[in-house]
């Protein structure tokens, strides 16, 4: 009878939108926020995404090359120049944040939850996508993924995700109540990092991995919670309402430039 529960406990809550890679993902997430090193934090955090989104899309019977997906898990580029000015102010910023972290341990719950909460909803839109049918094509897999990031990013500006951090604030407590044991599962995400592209479960020991597995019962607790599921469901619709946008922008760029190269032909 305790085994059934176990296994009960472990089922992703079936709304559609949910995977045990995305909830493991999501777990996985929470150790990150641990790492003192500033960046760090965010290249294992990014391979960790990158992980999800494979095994995510491998759920749903989709194979691609991962790099033309790199745009989903690890962000819109913002140019070289923008890119090394960004980099010396959040490098101050993240100095402090890391400070204030490792000496308040609640600060760090705080950015774990919130790390948790984008991995999350990163997973879920992945498969929303691959429900569409995308990513197979090598033609059109990374205009597919910018939109996907596009929209993705926009849905989470205007969305008020405090229902959701909350739950994942109570996963962290749950699943991680020892400073220590979040602390050696960075440590060995880290380890599992410097040899691999991607990081996932694979790369913990086996008494990690049962920490990770308590992650997992609480995740999905939390995500049958009614107050949950409604932010989910209002998610969902903000996200495919921007996805939608993000495409009619794109088909009228598209017969816009069209339009442009058959009057320089006619021209000419």
Not at 47 to 55: D, L, P, Q
Not at 86 to 115: D, H, M
Request: hydrophobic fraction near 40%.
């Amino acid at each position: 009878m305790e085994k059934n529960f176990d296994i009960q406990e472990r089922q992703v809550p079936s709304d559609g939108y949910s995977s045990r890679a995305t909830v493991v993902g999501t777990v996985l997430s929470a150790p990150c926020a641990l790492v003192p090193v500033p960046f760090l934090d965010d290249i294992l955090l990014a391979k960790v995404r990158k992980g999800m989104v494979h095994r995510v899309l491998r759920e749903n019977g989709v194979l691609t090359d991962p790099r033309r997906m790199k745009v989903v898990y690890a962000g819109i580029s913002k140019g070289c120049f923008l890119t090394v000015i960004g980099l010396a102010g959040s490098l101050v910023v993240k100095i402090f944040k890391k400070l204030f972290r490792t000496i308040f341990f609640i600060f760090a719950v705080r950015g774990a939850a919130l790390e948790m909460t984008e991995t999350y909803l990163l997973g879920r839109v992945v498969i929303r996508c691959a429900e569409r049918g995308w990513y197979s094509d090598p033609d059109t897999c990374r205009e597919q993924a910018l939109h996907t990031r596009a929209a993705f990013n926009k849905a989470m500006n205007g969305t008020d995700g405090r229902v959701f951090v909350k739950a994942m604030k109570a996963v962290w407590r749950g699943a991680a109540s020892s400073k220590s044991v979040v602390k050696r599962l960075a440590k060995h995400l880290v380890r599992g990092s410097k040899s691999s592209p991607e990081v996932g479960e694979e790369d913990l020991t086996s008494e990690d991995r049962r920490v990770v597995e308590e992650g997992e019962k609480s995740v999905n607790r939390q995500l049958r919670q009614k107050e949950v599921q409604e932010f989910l469901a209002k998610f969902d619709e903000r996200f495919d309402r921007y996805l939608e946008n993000e495409l009619e922008e794109s088909s009228k760029d598209e017969k816009s430039t069209s339009q442009i190269f058959q009057s320089e032909n006619s021209v000419s």
